[in-house]
C-alpha cells in the first residue's frame, strides 16, 4: 500500500507539475546563470522585466501539460530603490559582485515587479531550479515505465501464448529467438536499437520496451503449457471453438496475476535503464528534465561543496523504483491463490 500511495502521488505530481514546481517554463528551463549551482534553501531577490517581444497568454489545459513562457526576464538584484518613475537596483553577478542598473517603471511587470524565491533544493549548473525539474521529471519515468510496459507485454503475451498453446516446432522457434535476446546484455541491446532508431523522446521509450518482452514470453508460455492441458480448455477444444477464442476468452484471463507482478518489476527496471542512458548521454536529450540527465548534469558536486543537487534526482529515482517493487512484492502476495 505504501508503494501504491506513492505511486499515486508522483502520477498527481507529473500531471500538475507545471502548478506545483516555482518554474513554470517548458521543461522548466529558466536559466539564470548568476545563481548556478546554489545550495538548497538558498533565496534571492529578482525583479522582473518585461520582454522586448509580448508574449501570448496561456490556457490552464496549455500550462498543464506544456508549461507556459515566461512574460518577463528575473533579474537577480541584491537591493533596489524606487523614485517616481525609475527603480535603481544593485544586479547581483557573484557573491560580492554586483553592478548598479537603472529601469523605467514601464519597463517593469505592473505593480509586483520585485518578488523573493526559494530554491529548496538549490539551482543546477545553468541555474535552473532543482525542485520544478525533478517535478517534471516525473513524467518522463512514469511515461517510460508505462510505454514500455505496453510494449513488453503486447510482444510478450502474444509470443509467449503461442509458443505454449501450439507447442512443437512453433515453440522451439520462439524459444530460440527468446533466448537469442535474453543472451544479449539488455543495456547492449538498447544501445543497438537507441542507435538505430536516434536519440529522442519516443527512440528511447521504443527501445527500452523492445528489450524487456522476454521474462513476459518466458512466464506466459510457461502458464500456458499448463492451462492448455486442463479439462475447461479440452472441452473448448471439443466444442470446436476457435485457438484465437480459446487463448483470448479462456487462458489469458487466467495468466494475469503473474503478467501483473511482472509488469511492475519491469515498470521499475525501465526507470533505473532510461536513468542510466540518461546519464551516459544516449537517453533522453536537454533540455527535457530527465532524472537521469539531471545526475549526469550535477553529479561532479558530489566530491565538492553541494552534493545535493545530484543527490536529489538519485533519491528520487530510488524512491520511485522501491514503490513499484513493493506493489509487485504485494500484487505476488495478493495474486498469489496457493498462498
Same mark, same amino acid.
Given at each position: 500500500?505504501?508503494?501504491?500511495?506513492?505511486?499515486?502521488?508522483?502520477?498527481?505530481?507529473?500531471?500538475?507539475?507545471?502548478?506545483?514546481?516555482?518554474?513554470?517554463?517548458?521543461?522548466?528551463?529558466?536559466?539564470?546563470?548568476?545563481?548556478?549551482?546554489?545550495?538548497?534553501?538558498?533565496?534571492?531577490?529578482?525583479?522582473?522585466?518585461?520582454?522586448?517581444?509580448?508574449?501570448?497568454?496561456?490556457?490552464?489545459?496549455?500550462?498543464?501539460?506544456?508549461?507556459?513562457?515566461?512574460?518577463?526576464?528575473?533579474?537577480?538584484?541584491?537591493?533596489?530603490?524606487?523614485?517616481?518613475?525609475?527603480?535603481?537596483?544593485?544586479?547581483?553577478?557573484?557573491e560580492g559582485m554586483e553592478e548598479k542598473q537603472a529601469y523605467g517603471k514601464n519597463e517593469l511587470s505592473g505593480k509586483d515587479y520585485i518578488e523573493k524565491k526559494t530554491f529548496w533544493l538549490g539551482t543546477d549548473?545553468?541555474?535552473?531550479?532543482?525542485?520544478?525539474?525533478?517535478?517534471?521529471?516525473?513524467?518522463?519515468?512514469?511515461?517510460?515505465?508505462?510505454?514500455?510496459?505496453?510494449?513488453?507485454?503486447?510482444?510478450?503475451?502474444?509470443?509467449?501464448?503461442?509458443?505454449?498453446?501450439?507447442?512443437?516446432?512453433?515453440?522451439?522457434?520462439?524459444?530460440?529467438?527468446?533466448?537469442?535476446?535474453?543472451?544479449?546484455?539488455?543495456?547492449?541491446?538498447?544501445?543497438?536499437?537507441?542507435?538505430?532508431?536516434?536519440?529522442?523522446?519516443?527512440?528511447?521509450?521504443?527501445?527500452?520496451?523492445?528489450?524487456?518482452?522476454?521474462?513476459?514470453?518466458?512466464?506466459?508460455?510457461?502458464?500456458?503449457?499448463?492451462?492448455?492441458?486442463?479439462?475447461? $480448455?479440452?472441452?473448448?477444444? %471439443? *466444442?470446436? #471453438?476457435?485457438?484465437?477464442?480459446? !487463448?483470448?476468452?479462456?487462458? &489469458?484471463?487466467?495468466? +494475469?496475476?503473474?503478467?501483473?507482478?511482472?509488469?511492475?518489476?519491469?515498470?521499475?527496471?525501465?526507470?533505473?535503464?532510461?536513468?542510466?542512458?540518461?546519464?551516459?548521454?544516449?537517453?533522453?536529450?536537454?533540455?527535457?528534465?530527465?532524472?537521469?540527465?539531471?545526475?549526469?548534469?550535477?553529479?561532479?558536486?558530489? $566530491?565538492?561543496?553541494?552534493? %545535493? *543537487?545530484? #543527490?536529489?534526482?538519485?533519491?528520487? !529515482?530510488?524512491?520511485?523504483? &522501491?514503490?513499484?517493487? +513493493?506493489?509487485?512484492?504485494?500484487?505476488?502476495?495478493?495474486?498469489?491463490?496457493?498462498?
Open positions: 500500500m505504501v508503494g501504491l500511495i506513492v505511486i499515486c502521488l508522483s502520477l498527481l505530481v507529473g500531471i500538475f507539475a507545471y502548478y506545483l514546481g516555482e518554474d513554470s517554463t517548458p521543461n522548466a528551463d529558466r536559466q539564470v546563470v548568476e545563481i548556478m549551482a546554489s545550495k538548497p534553501g538558498y533565496s534571492q531577490l529578482f525583479i522582473r522585466v518585461k520582454k522586448e517581444k509580448k508574449i501570448p497568454e496561456t490556457g490552464f489545459f496549455q500550462r498543464l501539460l506544456f508549461g507556459a513562457e515566461d512574460k518577463y526576464l528575473y533579474v537577480p538584484i541584491n537591493s533596489y530603490k524606487e523614485t517616481a518613475d525609475s527603480v535603481f537596483v544593485e544586479k547581483y553577478i557573484d549548473t545553468f541555474g535552473r531550479d532543482i525542485l520544478s525539474r525533478l517535478l517534471v521529471g516525473v513524467r518522463v519515468s512514469l511515461a517510460v515505465g508505462l510505454i514500455t510496459v505496453i510494449i513488453s507485454l503486447s510482444i510478450g503475451i502474444i509470443l509467449g501464448a503461442t509458443a505454449g498453446y501450439y507447442g512443437g516446432k512453433t515453440d522451439n522457434v520462439i524459444m530460440w529467438f527468446i533466448n537469442v535476446i535474453w543472451s544479449m546484455p539488455t543495456l547492449l541491446l538498447v544501445f543497438g536499437i537507441t542507435l538505430t532508431l536516434g536519440k529522442g523522446f519516443w527512440q528511447i521509450f521504443i527501445a527500452v520496451g523492445l528489450t524487456m518482452w522476454v521474462s513476459v514470453a518466458r512466464v506466459v508460455r510457461g502458464q500456458v503449457l499448463a492451462l492448455r492441458e486442463m479439462e475447461y $480448455i479440452q472441452a473448448a477444444r %471439443a *466444442l470446436g #471453438l476457435k485457438d484465437m477464442r480459446i !487463448i483470448i476468452r479462456h487462458i &489469458l484471463p487466467n495468466v +494475469l496475476g503473474p503478467v501483473i507482478v511482472i509488469a511492475a518489476a519491469n515498470f521499475a527496471s525501465a526507470i533505473i535503464i532510461e536513468a542510466g542512458l540518461s546519464f551516459l548521454g544516449v537517453g533522453i536529450q536537454p533540455p527535457t528534465p530527465s532524472w537521469g540527465l539531471m545526475l549526469k548534469e550535477n553529479y561532479n558536486f558530489i $566530491i565538492t561543496h553541494n552534493p %545535493a *543537487l545530484a #543527490l536529489a534526482p538519485g533519491v528520487a !529515482i530510488m524512491i520511485l523504483v &522501491l514503490a513499484f517493487n +513493493l506493489l509487485g512484492n504485494g500484487l505476488r502476495d495478493a495474486l498469489d491463490v496457493r498462498g
